[in-house]
């Protein structure tokens, strides 16, 4: 647990003030994105079957959190979701979703093992989507123009935000940095991937770090572990910001193209879990049965954390947190809900 307090900190909403500015960040931003990438609001489970291999390993040693149920077979065990990857795009086909439509969803989920900081929490809240494209479409270049267009989001909200509360908004950059993960290594080989993370961030304001999964030439490590079966390694990435009040940067979404047949077998080799081939999501989608896809997930409590200048993710959410932290959060004035 590492716990940042930034010096003369003081919130310039009230609570009431801060629960009114959220739910206009939540309910435009979501209006603004379904517009821009052409999605359509869709219900979304808060758990799956543990059978059916839906549920997203994150990095591949979280434990989810599990239970059964008193009219299900005893051992058809249910998995609260990490995120919500692989149903997306089982539910665009199953939805009869057609090429360049998609689906937003509002996503929670209980991630057990989070380090707690200021910026992660036990209880996760995103907005998960997913989009059909064409095989031909599985390029850099589609996913640039994709997350252009989530910035071009955030920037809008941060527009309303700043005439709604001018003196409570965090001000964003005008423009989005690309960089791959191996030129973060070749540009920084020894420092650790979250320093260069920070370094880049600090000179470039916001940053889309591509090629996030596989391993990296120096240090024949992945630059951040990445679940092999959702994200195709060579076209996703993650956006982040420099976030001024804790001089750190903060990432908003994590993104991608999706494995294709053939890269899910080529990841899932790499990452020693061939086993999960006889699963019914994999097995689909090795069949060829499921559409390309592109999607991602943008965090809801991080996005009202930047935009609304707060220093810890508890003033715009109501989680659970450890009583030590709660008391030097207070110490400083940050209003832990």
Same mark, same amino acid.
């Given at each position: 647990m590492t716990l940042i307090l930034p010096e003369d900190y003081h919130p310039t909403l009230t609570i009431r003030d801060t629960e009114a500015a959220i739910v206009y960040i939540r309910e435009e931003f979501q209006k603004v994105l379904a517009k821009k990438l052409h999605l359509q609001r869709m219900s979304a489970p808060l758990f799956v079957e543990k059978h059916t291999g839906l549920n997203d390993n994150l990095n591949g040693v979280e434990r989810p959190v599990a239970f059964d149920?008193?009219?299900? $077979?005893?051992?058809?065990?249910?998995?609260?979701?990490?995120?919500?990857?692989?149903?997306? *795009?089982?539910?665009?086909? &199953?939805?009869?979703?057609? #090429?360049?439509?998609?689906?937003?969803?509002? #996503? %929670?989920? =209980?991630? *057990?093992?989070?380090?707690?900081? %200021?910026?992660?929490? +036990?209880? /996760?809240?995103?907005?998960?989507?997913?989009?059909?494209?064409? !095989?031909?479409? *599985?390029?850099?270049?589609?996913? &640039?123009?994709? /997350?252009? &267009? =989530?910035?071009?989001? =955030? !920037?809008? +909200?941060?527009?309303?935000?700043?005439?709604?509360? $001018?003196?409570?908004?965090? *001000?964003? $950059?005008? &423009?989005?940095?690309?960089i791959t993960t191996q030129e973060l290594e070749d540009r920084w080989p020894d420092i650790s991937p979250e320093e260069r993370e920070n370094k880049i961030t600090a000179e470039e304001k916001a940053v889309f770090i591509m090629k996030v999964g596989d391993k990296l030439k120096r240090s024949s490590k992945p630059h951040d572990g990445r679940a092999p079966d959702y994200d195709d390694w060579q076209l996703n990435g993650d956006l982040i910001f420099w976030y001024e009040p804790l001089k750190q940067k903060i990432e908003i979404s994590s993104m991608g193209i999706r494995v294709s047949p053939e890269s899910l077998h080529e990841q899932l080799k790499k990452a020693d879990c061939l086993d999960r081939e006889k699963l019914e999501f994999h097995r689909m989608l090795l069949d060829g049965e499921l559409p390309y896809t592109i999607g991602g997930g943008i965090g809801q409590s991080r996005l009202c954390m930047l935009l609304l200048g707060k220093a810890h993710i508890g003033e715009v959410q109501a989680s659970v947190w450890p009583h030590d932290m709660i008391t030097k959060c207070k110490e400083h004035d940050i209003q832990i809900l």
């Open positions: 149920a008193k009219d299900l $077979p005893t051992d058809d065990t249910l998995e609260i979701v990490h995120s919500l990857a692989k149903w997306k *795009r089982m539910a665009l086909k &199953k939805y009869g979703f057609s #090429m360049h439509e998609g689906l937003f969803t509002n #996503m %929670n989920a =209980i991630r *057990r093992d989070e380090d707690l900081d %200021n910026f992660h929490s +036990i209880y /996760v809240d995103q907005w998960d989507w997913e989009k059909i494209i064409a !095989k031909e479409e *599985r390029t850099i270049e589609t996913l &640039k123009s994709t /997350v252009t &267009k =989530i910035f071009a989001a =955030i !920037k809008e +909200i941060e527009a309303g935000c700043a005439f709604r509360y $001018p003196a409570s908004t965090y *001000r964003l $950059p005008e &423009k989005l940095y690309f």
